[in-house]
Structure formats: structure tokens, C-alpha cells
């Protein structure tokens, strides 16, 4: 931009917007561009003082730490994707000492594969799935799973690195995606519900994200009471138990092609696949899934009234069948106007890019507070006087 063109959008006098150019310049969030031929606007005379963001003073790590593995996202300030990389964890009942060990490798094996410093990280935020209060911790709970997932991320990472740590909940994330890249963008309000092993439910009203007191605004522990539902079980991990179990009954469509694995070999991926293929086993699997749905669907309806429900996670591109259902039952539960029913484009990226986008607020709020690592400031080209 040129000094003109901030002049334009704040309102400020020529002298102050480049003296204040000149400090950010010194910070290393931004430098002066020296060579106007290359914005292919360079005229006779005076050339206009032109500056340009640093979108490499630092970088962000947004991760996605679940049940099964921690997947780590690094970008640049404009939230531009540099790498990423996961590891996975030795099993679903890991301990909490094993849950940072791999949180703390993955992030420094994403670095490493970006040939990223430590030091250049201006912030990690951290998706888990457990309620997380203002501070980032699972305080108030009497849940031994919610601790164990979140057990003190936030003064692990900070004493380990150094680094300036932010956890959230999952689905609270994924809501932040959304509206950052997704289905929800546009919109003030909106619910994205993360699907995989266990539901949660990240909810956007009028343009704010919702946490309740401890941070449990979301939780889904409700539908234990909801007829049809009875649990928070999530679609990845019924599709795989519905239909283990009718490959175990020699009656139920004996000619489905998922009678050639072995029960315990049956993932979610695989239901999926078959029911893409019209098989009739699978088909049944990801009908009975869509009727649930329509009844968590309507519950979430009529409690919080809004304009879309957003289904997210891993298998979320596979949910055409499940949408299908929806849309057929959900009139039978909700009065019109109904709420659109979309599944998300971001598959198992969409809480560690919310991550980033939290990371990234941090950091835009916080710019003038935030000492960067490696500040080499461009020099400023001599001007006339």
C-alpha cells in the first residue's frame, strides 16, 4: 500500500502515517518497498513511499489434538499453509504424559519440515476434546477422559518452548474455520458439529462464539436423554460399530462386500466406501446414521434457532447419504423456517485451521505487545527531500 492509500483509510496526516510506518517497519511487521517498477505503476517524479506486510516476521501452529493423533498446521501470518504433519498416539486410552510428548514432537516435526526455528513462533493454539475455560484448562469437571485430553497443555508448552499457548475445544475451532473458509462464512449464525468418535457442538450466534462459564457450551452429554439418540456417540465410530455388528449376523445381506474383512478390520472409511457403492449392508448403516442425525439435527433446531448446522470431520465429503435423510425427516421434527443442513469441505483439517485462525487473532490483537524473533527490518530507501 502507499502512503497515499493509508492516508485514505484512517484518516491520518501524510507525516503521521509515515512515522508510524517507520515503527512498524523497525518492529519487523512490515518494510518499505524499494523498487516501484516491480508494482508496475512507476511514474516520472517523485515516487509514492510504498509498504509491505511481513507475512514471514513469524509463524502460527494451529493443532488438532484428538483421541487417535495430533496433526499440526504451520503457516505465515496470512494464515497461508506451510506445512503440516501428525503423528499418532499408541492407543485411544493414551497417558497424559504420552498426549504431550507427541503434542510437543509433532509440533516440533512440523517446524523441522518447514526448516522453521522455535523462536519464530509468535503462537500454538490447540484443539482438544474436553470443555477448556478463558485460560485454556479443563477445570469443574468430574470427567477423569476431559482431563486426561487437556491435562495443563497450555504450561507445558509455554515452560518447554516458551511459546505463547492457546487450547480450545474442538468443535469450538471447527466453528472458527468455518466462518473463517467454510460453510459458515457470511453468517452470524451457526452451529458446526464435529462428527468423528464423540459429537460436540461449536456455536456461533450473532457473530460470536459461545463457552459458557467453563468453557461447556457445546456439549453434547444432553442427547443421553433424547429419544432415537441416547448417547453422543459420534458417526465415525457407529458407522464402524453398526456395522460390525450386522457382518456378524450370517443373515443380514450376506452378499455385502464388507463381509470380506474381518469385523475388526471394518472402519468407518470403509462403511462409507461401501455405501457410496450401493452396498446394501452399508446402505442401511448410513440410513439408520441419517435418522439419528435428523433427531440431533432438530434438537440443536429448535434449541439455539439457527440459520445452518454445519456436519464437520474426517468423513464429513462422504455424508451425501446422511444429508439425504436429514433433509427428508428433519420437517417431521421442526417447524419451518428450517435451518440448512450442509456437511463441511474442510475434512480433518478443520480444527487445526481453526486453530490457525485462533492463533492468528491472538496475534493480531497482540501485534504491538509481541517482541518478534528475527526482526530485520528493511532498510528505507533515500528520499528527496
Keep these: 500500500m502507499t502512503g497515499s492509500d493509508l492516508m485514505a483509510s484512517t484518516g491520518l496526516t501524510r507525516a503521521t502515517v509515515h512515522d508510524v510506518c517507520e515503527d512498524l517497519a523497525h518492529r519487523g511487521w512490515i518494510h518499505e518497498v524499494e523498487n516501484q517498477r516491480e508494482h508496475g505503476d512507476y511514474r516520472l517524479g517523485r515516487p509514492a513511499r510504498r509498504y509491505c506486510f ?42 497424559a504424559e504420552e498426549r504431550l510428548d507427541v503434542l510437543d514432537r509433532t509440533v516440533l516435526g512440523a517446524l523441522e519440515k518447514a526448516a522453521l526455528a522455535a523462536s519464530q513462533v509468535l503462537a500454538v493454539a490447540v484443539g482438544v476434546p474436553a470443555p477448556v475455560d478463558v ?17 495443563n497443555i497450555v504450561e507445558y508448552l509455554a515452560h518447554r518452548h516458551g511459546w505463547t499457548t492457546l487450547v480450545d ?15 459458515g462464512r ?48 459420534g458417526i465415525g465410530a457407529l458407522s464402524r460399530e453398526w456395522a460390525r455388528e450386522a457382518v456378524r449376523d450370517p443373515k443380514t445381506h450376506p452378499t455385502s462386500s464388507l463381509r470380506e474383512l474381518a469385523p475388526e478390520d471394518i472402519d468407518a472409511e470403509a462403511v462409507f466406501a461401501a455405501a457410496a457403492a450401493a452396498d446394501p449392508l452399508a446402505t442401511d448403516v448410513v440410513e439408520r446414521l441419517g435418522a439419528r442425525c435428523a433427531r440431533i439435527v432438530s ?28 433433509e427428508r425427516d428433519l420437517p417431521l421434527y421442526v417447524h419451518p423456517p ?9 475434512g480433518d483439517e ?20 509481541i517482541e518478534l524473533p528475527h526482526a530485520h527490518p528493511v532498510p528505507a530507501p533515500a528520499h528527496p527531500s
Design 54 to 95: 511481513q507475512p514471514m516476521a513469524g509463524v502460527l501452529v494451529g493443532v488438532d489434538c484428538g483421541q487417535d493423533m495430533a496433526m499440526a498446521t504451520v503457516t505465515d501470518l496470512r494464515g497461508r499453509t506451510l506445512t503440516r504433519h501428525d503423528s499418532a498416539f499408541s492407543s485411544t486410552e493414551h497417558s
Design 135 to 151: 485460560d485454556g484448562r479443563t477445570v469443574g469437571t468430574a470427567n477423569p477422559f476431559w482431563e486426561r485430553m487437556n491435562p
Design 169 to 183: 475445544n474442538d468443535a469450538n475451532l471447527a466453528a472458527l474455520a468455518e466462518g473463517w473458509r467454510g460453510a
Design 186 to 233: 457470511g453468517l452470524r449464525n451457526f452451529v458446526t458439529l464435529l462428527t468423528g468418535e464423540a459429537l460436540g457442538a461449536g456455536i456461533v450466534e450473532e457473530g460470536r462464539l459461545l463457552r459458557g462459564v467453563r468453557g461447556g457450551a457445546g456439549e453434547m452429554r444432553f442427547l443421553d436423554l433424547v429419544e432415537g439418540v441416547g448417547s453422543p456417540t
Design 299 to 326: 434438537t440443536l433446531a429448535v434449541l439455539l434457532d439457527t440459520d445452518r448446522i454445519v456436519l464437520a470431520g474426517a468423513l464429513s465429503g462422504s455424508y451425501a447419504g446422511i444429508l439425504r435423510t436429514i
Design 338 to 346: 428450517l435451518p440448512v443442513v450442509s456437511a463441511s469441505e474442510l
Design 350 to 369: 478443520a480444527v487445526s485451521i481453526g486453530a490457525v485462525r485462533r492463533a492468528l487473532d491472538h496475534v493480531r490483537e497482540q501485534a504491538l505487545e
